[in-house]
């Protein structure tokens, strides 16, 4: 269970994570989707207790995270893969971090068998490890306390398609038991295909909000005209609500004959109308994030 | 490779009462840490290995008079008192450096109490870093006696030790500070040997400053505890304010700085 009160930080005059609210309840797996620099990892570290906010408030598993008296048992985190000392194994890595949270160390075992590190590889020094291979052991850490809640930063980031392919069974898995997940990424096909609700942000704030089913069933029409400018004037005059897309195609909020209308009555030229398909989350992303000063991560 | 977890407890199981992590287990990690890594451990080897050296020298270059167990043995507290703090800088700047505070401080978001861990691992290790001089200024001491008659007195006392793991406590404990205020390995290690340098040959060469050496410049204030002599109160309060300036100040802005500062 997490709970996100509107968040806030700003860096000088720069708001990088602007009044963000949303909720993971258990048993769902919430995508948190963005382009890069769009406030994600900001807000992942100001709900783990690493960034101060300038504003607002995160409970995680009923507590400020801060409060948690043993984090790792109750919620597993994973927010860099690359942060870890090169010159540690990465069994020794498990090891610390066993060590630290108190459980035994038949569970670094465990782990490093669950994410394919096991044998040859737990001895190497992460210095020698792939991305991926970071992000394996990355995630073996977030599951080594036995937790109830996951809060996993792009983790599919540097992961092979099968590799991508196993972590999205493993938190299936997790969330189908009872777990709470938030996942992010800008991979939006992977988020697509494990999450039960969606939080979109764009330049510090969310932008769309709901179930996956929600979202995509508002993805409406695109259509695409030799003269957008006009199509958009005569759409909105229809009482339309229309969204100017990243490639100058419109996604209008109506079925294919409202629009087909109106563009008949101007007598527009159009070079494309249809529904927009299923893998629309694309498309809604796009659409959602279009416009959005894309800020350099920090 | 599968996809099933076999842990022991469903996630959606009741929430359970967790204890925190105690300051014992905490500095039993930091140890290991100071350790694990291939800085670490060879800093450690690099330091035993120069004691044998300054005890062999000895061996040869010393009057034999002077091969004694007290003077080998407190020489070898000088190569400990220059590489060891470098362990303890590393034990904080590498979190920064090598990003680990990400790890470290999500796992324990006190963060009072790592740095707390920190220092006590500091101060074991400190204690512990005496032992191999003792040990190879024993075999010294043998070879030395066996050698000559004139050498290979084995008097010391009980107060010597205790100075001398004194010596090393609060060595290490410099550079842990230093590191905790600067947080990055270079500028941290540089300072460390450079600061303390001028300001002694500072304090040498302007006529003013003499007698703020005498309570500020640690390795002024820290040269009694080599003597025989218990110290005096004068003694011990001026390695007080020396300790006071170069390890517990740095040591108190850090960790204001740790506290509030983002971990990213």
Same mark, same amino acid.
């Given at each position: 269970m997490i709970s996100v009160t509107s968040l806030t930080k700003r860096y000088g005059a720069h708001t990088?994570?602007? #009044?963000v609210s949303f909720e993971c309840a258990p048993g769902t797996v919430t995508g948190f989707l963005g382009p890069n620099g769009a406030g994600k990892s900001t807000t992942m570290r100001m709900i783990t207790g690493l960034t101060p906010p300038t504003a607002g408030a995160s409970m995680v598993a009923g507590r *400020?995270? $801060?409060?948690? *008296?043993?984090p790792a048992r109750e919620v597993g985190v994973l927010l860099d893969a690359s942060a870890q000392h090169p010159g540690r194994t990465g069994r020794e890595v498990l090891t610390l971090s066993a060590r630290t949270q108190g459980v035994g160390a038949a569970r670094v075992d465990e782990l490093l068998s669950l994410v394919g590190l096991a044998g040859p590889a737990e001895t190497r $020094?992460? $210095?020698?490890?792939s991305l991926g291979m970071r992000q394996r052991l990355g995630i073996a850490h977030a599951f080594l306390g036995d937790p109830r809640v996951l809060i996993l930063d792009e983790p599919a980031n540097g992961l092979d398609p099968e590799g991508i392919f196993w972590m999205r069974g493993l938190l299936r898995d997790f969330a189908d038991r009872g777990g709470t997940v938030l996942l992010s990424s800008h991979l939006l096909r992977e988020v697509e295909a494990v999450a039960d609700r969606l939080v979109v942000i764009g330049g510090g704030r969310i932008v769309a909000n709901g179930t996956k089913a929600e979202l995509l069933a508002a993805g409406g029409v695109r259509v695409r005209a030799l003269d957008p400018v006009t199509l958009r004037k005569a759409l909105e005059r229809a009482g339309l609500a229309v969204t100017a897309g990243a490639d100058g195609a419109l996604t209008v909020q109506a079925e294919a004959e409202e629009v087909g209308q109106v563009a008949a009555s101007i007598s527009a030229v159009l070079l494309e109308l249809r529904p927009? #398909?299923? =893998? =629309?989350l694309e498309e809604l992303f796009l659409t959602l994030t279009a416009g959005e000063p894309k800020e350099t991560a920090r | 490779m599968t996809a099933t977890l076999t842990s022991?407890?469903?996630? !959606?199981?009741p929430p359970q009462t967790f204890t925190r992590p105690s300051m014992v287990r905490l500095t039993g990690v930091e140890l290991r840490k100071m350790a694990d890594t291939r800085a670490g451990l060879w800093l450690m080897v690099i330091t035993a290995l120069i004691s044998v050296a300054v005890v062999a020298i000895q061996l040869f270059a010393a009057e034999p008079s002077a091969q004694t167990f007290k003077n080998m043995f407190q020489t070898t507290l000088f190569p400990t008192a220059i590489l060891l703090p470098v362990l303890g800088i590393l034990s904080v700047t590498s979190e920064w450096t090598q990003r680990t505070a990400l790890t470290t401080f999500a796992l324990t978001p006190q963060r009072q109490r790592i740095a707390g861990a920190k220092f006590l691992a500091a101060a074991v290790l400190g204690i512990l870093a005496v032992l191999p001089g003792l040990a190879v200024a024993a075999i010294g001491n043998v070879i030395a006696g066996s050698m000559d !008659?004139?050498?290979? %007195?084995? %008097?010391?006392s009980g107060i010597l030790l205790g100075y001398a793991v004194l010596f090393s406590v609060i060595n290490i404990l410099f550079g842990i500070g230093f590191g905790m205020l600067f947080m990055n390995s270079a500028v941290a290690i540089v300072l460390y040997f450079v600061v303390p340098t001028i300001w002694s040959v500072l304090t040498q060469l302007v006529s003013g400053l003499k007698s703020t050496a005498d309570w500020l410049d640690l390795s002024v204030t820290s040269t009694p505890l080599f003597d025989d002599a218990a110290l005096s109160g004068g003694e011990w309060a001026k390695l007080a304010a020396s300790v006071g300036l170069w390890v517990v100040l740095p040591t108190a802005l850090g960790l204001a700085r740790l506290l509030k500062r983002e971990v990213s």
């Open positions: 990088a994570v602007n #009044d *400020p995270y $801060r409060q948690l *008296p043993n $020094r992460v $210095r020698g490890y927009v #398909d299923t =893998g =629309g | 022991t407890r469903a996630p !959606s199981a !008659s004139a050498a290979g %007195s084995w %008097s010391f």
